[in-house]
């Protein structure tokens, strides 16, 4: 397991972090996973056995029960791991049980912190934009949130990058904490998010979280060998997050044929290449059991050649779109020698 630098901070991350949104398995959370106590105590066991020291969870994940089941099977092995969580999804039926209020944030850190069964939270994550309220209120909340000790390091869900270049902006006017990751939705499959945010996480120095790196289960030998996948699979019943199905059939030949020549799963080959983007700093991994975490955990492992990159490259590269085309046009001939 290699470890990277999250954002322009000194704090290491594993390049693969195990994802508990598959903990608890309660209302729209039970198609993707219903992992109970025993199952999580043996899974988190797994991955800190393969060096992965940094976990996610969000608190609306089974309203609560994710965190309080990861908080229980990391018990004495907190000290050595880092734990990311999130807020802003509905809590309660009451008007302000969800967004990014202060008030809303106040009341689920300290619920959060409760659940994990800790004093402090290492990365403290807003799940999405609220509309709402203003990045000053969000702002201002985290950076006392970072002051009292409840919360290390702040980051980010879900923006778009010109709401994310503004809070970068309004925390460096107030010299506030500010977001040091994104966590966001980047596969071989949709690769929308190199077009304007990759760019923008470079130039800032912010880490890069990457969920759902599979495509919800897509990008697999079962998905490969019938498109509607088998019986009982997540896609089936949740079909989340949305990919372009029209080039997805060549997506999955070129990973099939990239897993062929390294003997391993096209999950694998899905992984690795991620890990390959210089802009990914660490790669969510969830699991319903021993056996795909233990897939999945190989992914690190791989080397992707020159050849294999522009393979998968050629079957999964955005199409031009302007004013990308015009700025890789006009800036060919002013790149450093």
Same mark, same amino acid.
């Given at each position: ?6 954002? *322009? ?14 903990? %608890?398995?309660? %209302?729209? $959370? ?47 092995? /907190? ?19 969800? %967004? ?9 850190? =300290? ?8 004093? $402090? ?7 999405? &934009? ?9 702002? /201002? ?11 290390? $390091?702040?980051?980010?869900? *879900? ?25 966001? $939705? ?36 079962? &998905?490969?060998?019938?498109?509607? %996948?088998?019986?009982?699979?997540? /896609? ?10 029209? /080039? ?47 897939? =999945? ?41």
């Amino acid at each position: 397991m290699k470890y990277k630098q999250l954002g *322009n901070t000194g704090l290491l991350v594993s390049e693969l972090c195990f994802g508990a949104m598959t903990f %608890g398995g309660r %209302g729209l $959370y039970e198609v993707i996973g219903q992992q109970g106590q025993d199952a999580a105590n043996n899974l988190v066991a797994q991955a800190v056995e393969a060096g992965v020291n940094f976990f996610d969870t969000a608190n609306v994940y089974s309203r609560g029960q994710s965190e309080q089941i990861l908080g229980q099977a990391l018990a004495k092995r /907190r000290h050595e791991v880092i734990v990311a969580t999130k807020v802003r999804g509905r809590m309660t039926d009451q008007p302000n049980g969800a %967004g990014l209020s202060r008030v809303h944030i106040m009341d689920q850190v =300290n619920q959060s912190l409760e659940r994990l069964g800790t004093d $402090y939270i290492d990365l403290y994550q807003i799940h999405g &934009f609220d509309a709402l309220t203003p990045f000053d209120e969000i702002l /201002r909340t985290m950076d006392d949130l970072v002051t009292m000790g409840k919360v290390r $390091y702040i980051g980010c869900s *879900n923006l778009a990058a010109w709401q994310l270049m503004k809070a970068i902006g309004r925390s460096e006017q107030h010299n506030w904490v500010r977001f040091e990751s994104l966590q966001a $939705y980047y596969t071989i499959a949709g690769r929308d998010l190199e077009r304007e945010l990759a760019p923008l996480l470079k130039d800032q120095k912010l880490g890069l979280m990457v969920w759902s790196p599979l495509a919800g289960g897509l990008l697999t030998d079962k &998905f490969h060998q019938n498109q509607q %996948g088998p019986e009982g699979a997540r /896609r089936t019943t949740f079909d989340f997050p949305p990919v372009n199905h029209d /080039r997805l059939p060549g997506v999955l030949d070129g990973l099939a044929e990239v897993a062929k020549n390294h003997d391993c799963s096209m999950a694998q080959i899905a992984l690795a290449w991620l890990l390959h983007q210089d802009v990914v700093t660490s790669v969510i991994v969830g699991a319903k059991n021993a056996e795909q975490l233990a897939d =999945n955990l190989k992914a690190p492992d791989i080397t992707l050649s020159e050849a294999d990159l522009a393979r998968l490259d050629e079957v999964s590269a955005l199409p031009p779109e302007y004013p990308g085309w015009m700025i890789k046009q006009q800036g060919a001939d002013r790149q450093a020698s």
